[in-house]
T-cell receptor, first 114, second 112 residues
Framework: AQSVTQPDIHITVSEGASLELRCNYSYGATPYLFWYVQSPGQGLQLLLKYFSGDTLVQGIKGFEAEFKRSQSSFNLRKPSVHWSDAAEYFCAVGAIDAGNMLTFGGGTRLMVKP | KAGVTQTPRYLIKTRGQQVTLSCSPISGHRSVSWYQQTPGQGLQFLFEYFSETQRNKGNFPGRFSGRQFSNSRSEMNVSTLELGDSALYLC???????????FGQGTRLTVV
């Protein structure tokens, strides 16, 4: 069975600073990996996805993530954070042999200081 | 193209009652999945429907059920509500057998 760990429950960064949110997964084969963002009371918005190929993937809102198989990681990065990025971020792993079910990490709540 | 639509957005129910939530997927998407989100358990998979058939089911009691109609719209039903069923219920739609899922805004269920 697959699993996802997001080690940081809360992260606070200053506006304009760089950001890295950590995600570690466990899955026997090559996983499909996703990052979603959720604003308070809202649904999940897909930021980016990794299926195969280039291990550095670009997403919306200036986010990128790097897949590192050797470390079982898929960390999310942004070079310069904006106040509007404050939200909760979820890493997820999916697999066709698991019926396309997504398994989510516990989430990281990002706060942005002015 | 319209996104995933969930209705209603908010619900308040009493313990012991039942509730039905609705989800309309993105046009052309035939797969609908349901997830429960709570502060304590996070996001948990409930079930997935594809072409009116349940394709996968999470680890939830039988009080949680669902169905999908021929137009791909899906409903989720929870019977004999418990306080612990208070949660944000999220629906996701998917095109065919792709893994990428698009989520709706959710239905916030409060059981009192």
């Amino acid at each position: 069975a697959q699993s996802v760990t997001q080690p940081d429950i809360h992260i606070t960064v200053s506006e304009g600073a760089s950001l890295e949110l950590r995600c570690n997964y466990s899955y026997g084969a090559t996983p499909y990996l996703f990052w979603y963002v959720q604003s308070p009371g809202q649904g999940l918005q897909l930021l980016l996805k990794y299926f195969s190929g280039d291990t550095l993937v670009q997403g919306i809102k200036g986010f990128e993530a790097e897949f590192k198989r050797s470390q079982s990681s898929f960390n999310l990065r942004k070079p310069s954070v904006h106040w509007s990025d404050a939200a909760e971020y979820f890493c997820a792993v999916g697999a066709i042999d698991a019926g396309n079910m997504l398994t989510f990490g516990g989430g990281t709540r990002l706060m942005v200081k002015p | 193209k319209a996104g995933v639509t969930q209705t209603p957005r908010y619900l308040i129910k009493t313990r012991g009652q039942q509730v039905t939530l609705s989800c309309s997927p993105i046009s052309g998407h035939r797969s609908v999945s349901w997830y429960q989100q709570t502060p304590g358990q996070g996001l948990q998979f409930l079930f997935e429907y594809f072409s009116e058939t349940q394709r996968n089911k999470g680890n939830f009691p039988g009080r949680f059920s669902g169905r999908q109609f021929s137009n791909s719209r899906s409903e989720m039903n929870v019977s004999t509500l418990e306080l612990g069923d208070s949660a944000l219920y999220l629906c996701a739609s998917r095109q065919g057998f792709q893994v990428e899922a698009f989520f709706g805004q959710g239905t916030r269920l409060t059981v009192v």
